[in-house]
């Protein structure tokens, strides 16, 4: 027996959305040539997890400028750098 789809019922309940493909826009090239954090290097978008990026975002803004730059987010340790390094000795660990 073959099934339609979608039912009568399915029907009733879709939403505007639904079947819809999620788009999320390719990552910026990274340049080799530069440390990893570096601040000349671009920043992925798709890891925010920032209640800024929730809701209410202009999804032309967010393809434009990326998911962060939309939201209007700033990181919280810009600034910070690492000046040294102490391996801790087995006493220590």
Known sequence: MI???????ERLEQLPEDGQTPFQP??????PDQP???DGQPTTS??????ATD??????QAYDEGLDNAAELTEPNAGNTVTGYHE???SEA
């Open 55 to 60: 809701s209410g975002l202009d999804v032309q």
């Open 26 to 31: 390719a990552d910026p090239t990274r340049d």
């Open 88 to 90: 801790p000795t087995d």
């Open 46 to 51: 798709h890891n925010t997890t920032h209640p």
């Open 3 to 9: 099934f339609d789809e979608p039912n009568a019922e």
């Open 36 to 38: 990893a954090d570096s």
